[in-house]
């Protein structure tokens, strides 16, 4: 121990006005890190209020969840020991190369919490974007949410006609299912997901679209591309390269990992800092979120009105199951963050009347379309049918974007008539999915638009009555 105080010693000397990270409580910046934010900190809170519906019953559930927290990719687990060279680096520059700035210096707490860091050696390349203990808790912890405030509909004991659960083939898909299943039936259940296709055309059709995977949303040209290139960017690199000490602007990629490293290790254990978020200012953090802002914008989101076309057989399959009077009363999908904003983008939910560009950043503080709200890990979309018996259109539905009822201007306070739901999404509805979903076509038609839609009714009742 008196050896590592010495070894500290020269640190203590820095001054304590600079901004630090571990000493700030409120961490609002750790709201901001787009698709690697952490559930648990930005999830609605307001669901208390909102759940409730007078004069109204819950009857069915239909639900598409985002993996929970997960490993990055292997290309990034491969890059551990330039973040290890990136530390030395910095201590180097603030002992030995006294090489600290004048103003936004590394505060004396961040920069020993950086002296100290180490990777977690147990994280291998063959585990890449594993869904991590947290991660399995987000699920497993909104199941029990939703139970404890739907508990007719979301009953604790396992009936495949009943539930009908669906994953992507992936392991963090797969895991979050499990961890969803625990959370409503208890560790011992029976649960099961329907098989998985060959061609998963209701939750990766992504994957089968060429013109949208072929779409210019982060190349030369693009808005992404624009912001990249602005000095607002190229001088935020270059700020923080010279909090960190160096006399150079580091390589962006450099600079990037750091980012990643402070964003995943916050995800993976939200009541501790990671040590790596200290190395950037808050306001240095809005910047980057603003660029994957943009990069899903276009991507995923409203920047292409395509966009909306992709997840036609989603849409399809929330109108179905919550339009079919029998069985199964609660869906659930587990997918990934494509999945979730092209669903978003489908129903028209967090649209900003102005689109994100890269010369707007400044105009768009209070902007809709934050993907660190819409799309954190864990993040999950709920549409909640009601009947209301004492009402002319008794049939009513509440939409729940990550614990938080959707706001619809169509809608009264986040209450919606189904009839309007029904005649608000009816191109979708009546659509062919195979020719709508994608710019060149798509995939075959699988028996989308309205005959679908009955055929797959009338299916169910027959599935109902033969149990």
């Given at each position: ?10 640190l ?11 000493k ?39 639900i ?54 180490k ?101 030369e ?14 001088d935020?690199l270059?700020?923080?390269?010279t ?8 390589e ?130 709920v ?42 999404y ?12 994608c ?29």
């Amino acid at each position: 121990m008196r050896l590592l105080i010495l070894l500290l010693l020269p640190l203590v000397a820095i001054a304590q006005d600079d901004y630090c990270f571990s000493k700030d409580t409120s961490r609002l910046q750790t709201r901001q890190f787009s698709s690697k934010t952490a559930y648990q900190i930005v999830k609605g809170t307001d669901i208390d209020k909102q759940y409730l519906v007078p004069g109204c019953q819950p009857q069915k559930m239909w639900i598409f969840h985002r993996h929970g927290t997960r490993l990055p990719k292997k290309s990034m687990i491969n890059k551990a020991p330039r973040v290890a060279e990136l530390r030395d680096l910095i201590i180097n520059n603030y002992q030995v190369a006294r090489t600290k700035p004048e103003t936004d210096a590394l505060c004396q707490t961040d920069l020993i919490a950086i002296k100290l860091w180490k990777w977690n050696s147990s994280i291998t390349p063959d585990m890449e974007e594993y869904l991590t203990a947290q991660g399995y808790e987000d699920l497993r912890g909104t199941a029990k949410l939703y139970q404890r405030y739907y508990p007719t509909v979301l009953t604790p004991n396992y009936n495949d006609t009943y539930y009908q659960f669906r994953h992507t083939d992936t392991q963090r898909t797969t895991e979050s299912f499990k961890a969803f299943a625990e959370g409503l039936f208890g560790s011992q259940n029976a649960a099961h997901p329907v098989e998985i296709p060959k061609q998963d055309l209701l939750l990766r059709p992504y994957d089968y679209c060429s013109s949208f995977k072929d779409v210019n949303y982060k190349d030369e040209g693009s808005e992404y591309y624009k912001f990249h290139q602005s000095k607002l960017y190229n001088d935020t690199l270059a700020e923080i390269s010279t909090r960190l000490g160096f006399l150079y602007t580091l390589e962006e990629a450099d600079i990037k990992l750091m980012y990643d490293m402070c964003r995943y290790e916050q995800a993976w254990n939200v009541d501790r800092n990671s040590v790596w978020c200290g190395a950037f200012l808050p306001e240095q953090i809005t910047v980057f979120e603003y660029l994957e802002d943009l990069k899903y914008y276009y991507g995923s989101g409203y920047g292409f009105p395509e966009n909306a076309h992709l997840n036609c057989r989603l849409v399809q399959d929330l109108l179905t199951h919550l339009s079919n009077p029998v069985s199964p009363h609660v869906v659930a999908h587990f997918g990934h963050s494509t999945g979730l904003l092209t669903l978003i983008t489908a129903l028209g939910i967090q649209k900003d009347d102005i689109k994100l560009r890269a010369d707007n950043y400044d105009s768009l503080t209070s902007r809709r379309w934050k993907t660190s709200l819409i799309d954190p890990f864990a993040a999950n979309f709920v549409a909640v049918k009601y009947d209301c018996p004492a009402d002319l259109d008794r049939e009513k539905v509440v939409f729940f974007l990550n614990q938080q009822a959707v706001q619809l201007d169509w809608c009264s306070v986040g209450l919606c008539k189904w009839s309007d739901v029904l005649e608000k999404y009816k191109t979708i509805a009546d659509a062919d999915c195979g020719e709508y979903y994608c710019r060149t076509g798509g995939a075959p038609s699988l028996g989308s638009g309205v005959g679908g839609l009955l055929a797959t009714t009338l299916a169910a009742m027959l599935v109902y009555l033969m149990h």
